[in-house]
Nanobody, 122 residues
Framework: QAHFVESGGRLVQPGASLRLSCLDS????????MGWFRQVPGKERAFVAA????????LYAASVKDRFTISRDNAKKTMYLQMNSLKPEDTAVYYC???????????????WGQGTQVTVSS
Protein backbone atom coordinates (compact mmCIF):
# COMPACT_ATOMS: atom_id res chain seq x y z
CA GLN A 1 0.00 0.00 0.00
CA ALA A 2 1.37 3.39 -0.96
CA HIS A 3 2.17 5.93 1.70
CA PHE A 4 3.21 9.49 1.37
CA VAL A 5 6.25 11.17 2.91
CA GLU A 6 5.78 14.57 4.51
CA SER A 7 8.67 16.93 5.17
CA GLY A 8 9.44 20.56 5.95
CA GLY A 9 8.17 20.89 9.48
CA ARG A 10 10.30 22.57 12.14
CA LEU A 11 10.30 25.09 14.98
CA VAL A 12 9.57 28.65 13.88
CA GLN A 13 8.59 31.92 15.54
CA PRO A 14 5.12 33.43 15.24
CA GLY A 15 4.72 35.30 11.97
CA ALA A 16 7.20 33.11 10.11
CA SER A 17 6.58 31.07 6.97
CA LEU A 18 7.12 27.38 6.18
CA ARG A 19 6.54 25.18 3.18
CA LEU A 20 5.59 21.57 3.73
CA SER A 21 6.01 18.91 1.06
CA CYS A 22 4.25 15.60 0.52
CA LEU A 23 5.99 13.14 -1.79
CA ASP A 24 3.82 10.62 -3.61
CA SER A 25 6.65 8.42 -4.88
CA UNK A 26 4.33 5.68 -6.15
CA UNK A 27 1.98 8.08 -7.94
CA UNK A 28 -0.95 6.79 -5.94
CA UNK A 29 -2.68 10.16 -6.08
CA UNK A 30 -2.28 11.29 -9.70
CA UNK A 31 -6.01 11.07 -10.40
CA UNK A 32 -7.27 11.91 -6.92
CA UNK A 33 -7.76 14.89 -4.71
CA MET A 34 -5.18 15.31 -1.98
CA GLY A 35 -5.26 17.13 1.29
CA TRP A 36 -3.42 18.29 4.37
CA PHE A 37 -4.61 17.53 7.88
CA ARG A 38 -3.16 18.31 11.28
CA GLN A 39 -3.37 16.83 14.74
CA VAL A 40 -2.45 17.95 18.24
CA PRO A 41 -2.22 15.58 21.20
CA GLY A 42 -5.58 14.68 22.63
CA LYS A 43 -7.55 15.94 19.63
CA GLU A 44 -8.81 14.39 16.45
CA ARG A 45 -7.05 14.93 13.17
CA ALA A 46 -8.43 18.08 11.55
CA PHE A 47 -8.80 19.14 7.94
CA VAL A 48 -6.51 21.95 6.78
CA ALA A 49 -6.70 22.15 3.00
CA ALA A 50 -7.46 20.08 -0.09
CA UNK A 51 -6.68 20.30 -3.79
CA UNK A 52 -8.24 18.64 -6.82
CA UNK A 53 -6.32 16.16 -8.95
CA UNK A 54 -5.48 18.83 -11.54
CA UNK A 55 -4.58 21.53 -9.05
CA UNK A 56 -7.38 23.80 -10.18
CA UNK A 57 -9.68 23.72 -7.17
CA UNK A 58 -8.64 24.25 -3.57
CA LEU A 59 -10.51 24.29 -0.29
CA TYR A 60 -9.31 25.59 3.08
CA ALA A 61 -10.33 25.40 6.69
CA ALA A 62 -11.53 28.77 7.95
CA SER A 63 -8.68 28.96 10.43
CA VAL A 64 -6.01 28.92 7.70
CA LYS A 65 -7.75 30.61 4.78
CA ASP A 66 -5.79 33.60 3.47
CA ARG A 67 -2.63 32.39 5.26
CA PHE A 68 -2.02 28.93 3.77
CA THR A 69 -1.81 27.94 0.11
CA ILE A 70 -2.04 24.36 -1.15
CA SER A 71 -0.56 23.34 -4.48
CA ARG A 72 0.64 20.24 -6.31
CA ASP A 73 3.07 19.38 -9.06
CA ASN A 74 2.08 16.01 -10.44
CA ALA A 75 5.19 15.86 -12.61
CA LYS A 76 7.26 16.04 -9.43
CA LYS A 77 4.86 13.73 -7.56
CA THR A 78 4.64 16.32 -4.80
CA MET A 79 2.00 18.35 -3.01
CA TYR A 80 2.87 21.47 -1.03
CA LEU A 81 1.46 23.58 1.75
CA GLN A 82 2.80 27.12 1.92
CA MET A 83 2.11 28.45 5.40
CA ASN A 84 2.47 32.17 6.07
CA SER A 85 1.86 34.28 9.16
CA LEU A 86 2.12 31.23 11.37
CA LYS A 87 0.49 31.34 14.79
CA PRO A 88 1.12 29.26 17.92
CA GLU A 89 -2.24 27.57 17.34
CA ASP A 90 -0.88 26.18 14.06
CA THR A 91 1.40 23.95 16.11
CA ALA A 92 0.59 20.34 15.21
CA VAL A 93 1.73 17.27 13.33
CA TYR A 94 0.79 17.77 9.70
CA TYR A 95 -0.25 14.83 7.55
CA CYS A 96 -1.06 14.44 3.88
CA UNK A 97 -3.50 12.02 2.34
CA UNK A 98 -5.39 11.28 -0.87
CA UNK A 99 -9.07 10.70 -1.32
CA UNK A 100 -10.10 7.12 -1.89
CA UNK A 101 -12.65 7.91 -4.57
CA UNK A 102 -12.76 11.53 -5.68
CA UNK A 103 -10.65 13.69 -7.90
CA UNK A 104 -12.14 16.86 -6.47
CA UNK A 105 -12.81 16.54 -2.73
CA UNK A 106 -11.12 14.75 0.16
CA UNK A 107 -13.94 13.16 2.14
CA UNK A 108 -12.51 9.66 2.45
CA UNK A 109 -8.78 10.16 3.13
CA UNK A 110 -6.36 7.28 2.83
CA UNK A 111 -2.64 6.56 2.45
CA TRP A 112 -1.59 8.72 5.36
CA GLY A 113 2.07 9.69 5.66
CA GLN A 114 4.04 9.62 8.92
CA GLY A 115 3.52 13.32 9.54
CA THR A 116 5.84 16.28 10.02
CA GLN A 117 5.96 18.37 13.21
CA VAL A 118 5.35 22.09 12.96
CA THR A 119 5.96 24.08 16.13
CA VAL A 120 5.24 27.79 16.30
CA SER A 121 6.68 29.34 19.41
CA SER A 122 8.68 32.34 20.55
Amino acid sequence: QAHFVESGGRLVQPGASLRLSCLDSERAADSYAMGWFRQVPGKERAFVAAISWDGVNALYAASVKDRFTISRDNAKKTMYLQMNSLKPEDTAVYYCAKDKFSGVHVTTPEYWGQGTQVTVSS
